[in-house]
């Protein structure tokens, strides 16, 4: 059967051990930061009446309906709320009134037409399906900024259809934290914290990995790494792999993050939902109230997340945009809490995957195993649910799967 290392301890990591685990097999997962689950990360924060959780990466169920981690989640009796995250709706029009979101909505539509008309032909940026004097641009770029983490005219064609039409309209939550799933996922699992794998010898019968926590040998290694780590060579890889390396280059990982603001006396139920500016292609979305909590999750993406100089300017740029539509009075009514900064969070360094224009193949060419030892898995290796926890899980499965095979075929 042999022993198999699972490099990385985000979601397709955790998949992929669970699955060697719960199946027999000796199999050990290392991750060289000090937690597991990786971009899924849940984090308490206190507040004047009580703690809650949130999120500071992944946040929603998304395709809930057809989610490995809603069963998950169910089986450990964690609560999933399936309320609508109202990201179409701006509580009482505000900054954004009816007849406007109309307009978007029309400008939305063309947009789309355009580009799904332009399938068949060779692949091209999203940016080439809007004029740039359209009045509604800004708002469809930060649309993509919150959904590619990146702007239009860097994400493909190609790779963003095979997302959206494998995408389910339902986007549930968890009350715990998708962090709080991902890692409980783990518990059953040998993992080895602060254990940053730096080279992967396979040229001889057993793969030699060394870590600075010293070497470990293995018959099979599945490697969930975000691309970044792949793509600047912190893994050397002898003999080399270059067609990975170029694959992830052209898989970055985009920016999104976040904003926590407590909330004197919220007039809004639950689940309510801003624009800040409906206007402007660098405007945060503002989530209200998650679980009728006292809270404001304000959510930036792409170059908007990207041009934040620090959490303290992210803060205050989600403050401003909360007063401008609230009235000025609400300054003294938003407290920080705190705020997120993936791009420069070791060991992953941005939050999910685009393919750059021309590159979609990239994904398959990542996720292909190499001489039946070496597996790849990880949102950037889902061919549609790239960018997401459950895309991760279904790679990470995969190549357990892959791995069993393997081994049976040599028994």
């Known amino acids: 059967m042999g022993r198999t290392v699972v490099i990385g301890g985000g979601a397709a990591g955790i998949a992929a051990?669970?699955?060697?685990?719960?199946?027999?097999?000796?199999?050990?997962?290392?991750?060289?930061?000090?937690?597991?689950?990786?971009?899924?990360?849940?984090?308490?924060?206190?507040?004047?009446?009580?703690?809650?959780?949130?999120?500071?990466?992944?946040?929603?169920?998304?395709?809930?309906?057809?989610?490995?981690?809603?069963?998950?989640?169910?089986?450990?009796?964690?609560?999933?709320?399936?309320?609508?995250?109202?990201?179409?709706?701006?509580?009482?029009?505000?900054?954004?009134?009816?007849?406007?979101?109309?307009?978007?909505?029309?400008?939305?539509?063309?947009?789309?037409?355009a580009a799904r008309a332009a399938l068949d032909g060779p692949d091209q940026p999203l940016s080439a399906f809007i004029a740039p004097d359209d009045p509604w641009r800004a708002m469809i770029d930060a649309i993509s900024g919150y959904a590619n983490g990146a702007p239009l005219d860097a994400v493909s064609l190609h790779d963003w259809i095979a997302y959206e039409d494998a995408a389910g309209e339902?986007?549930?939550?968890?009350?715990?934290?998708?962090?709080?799933l991902v890692a409980g996922h783990a518990r059953p699992l040998a993992a080895h914290l602060n254990t940053a794998v730096t080279r992967i010898d396979h040229r001889g019968q057993a793969i030699r990995l060394d870590t600075d926590a010293g070497t470990r040998t293995a018959d099979r290694v599945i490697v969930t790494v975000p691309?970044?780590?792949?793509?600047?060579?912190?893994?050397?890889?002898?003999?080399?792999?270059?067609?990975?390396?170029?694959?992830?280059?052209?898989?970055?990982?985009?920016?999104?993050?976040?904003?926590?603001?407590?909330?004197?006396?919220?007039?809004?139920?639950?689940?309510?939902h801003l624009t800040g500016n409906p206007h402007a292609a660098c405007t945060a979305s503002h989530r209200l109230s998650p679980f009728g909590w006292p809270i404001v999750e304000s959510f930036f993406g792409g170059a908007c997340a990207a041009a934040m100089e620090s959490e303290?300017?992210?803060?205050?740029?989600?403050?401003?945009?909360?007063?401008?539509?609230?009235?000025?009075?609400w300054r003294t009514r938003l407290h920080p809490l705190a705020a997120t900064d993936w791009g420069h969070a070791a060991h992953i360094r941005g939050s999910y995957s685009h393919a750059?224009?021309?590159?979609?193949?990239?994904?398959r060419t990542l996720a292909e195993p190499v001489d039946d030892r070496l597996f790849f898995a990880g949102e950037a290796c889902s061919s549609h649910d790239f960018s997401t926890a459950h895309g991760a899980y279904a790679t990470g499965v995969a190549a357990a799967h892959a791995v069993m095979t393997a081994g049976r075929s040599l028994a």
């Open 17 to 113: 051990a669970r699955t060697l685990h719960d199946a027999g097999h000796d199999v050990a997962l290392v991750e060289a930061g000090n937690r597991l689950g990786g971009r899924a990360y849940s984090v308490p924060l206190t507040l004047a009446t009580g703690h809650v959780t949130v999120d500071f990466g992944c946040g929603w169920l998304h395709s809930a309906r057809r989610n490995p981690w809603v069963e998950i989640a169910e089986a450990a009796r964690l609560t999933i709320d399936r309320s609508s995250p109202n990201w179409g709706v701006q509580w009482r029009d505000l900054g954004f009134p009816a007849p406007e979101q109309r307009a978007f909505g029309d400008a939305w539509d063309r947009w789309e037409q």
């Open 170 to 180: 339902e986007n549930w939550a968890v009350m715990e934290g998708y962090g709080t």
């Open 227 to 272: 691309t970044p780590v792949l793509a600047t060579g912190e893994i050397v890889f002898d003999p080399p792999l270059p067609d990975k390396q170029d694959a992830a280059a052209n898989l970055p990982l985009g920016l999104a993050d976040k904003v926590f603001l407590a909330v004197d006396r919220p007039p809004w139920p639950a689940h309510q």
């Open 312 to 329: 303290a300017a992210a803060t205050a740029f989600a403050v401003d945009e909360l007063v401008a539509l609230l009235g000025s009075d």
């Open 356 to 363: 750059r224009v021309g590159h979609a193949g990239a994904r």
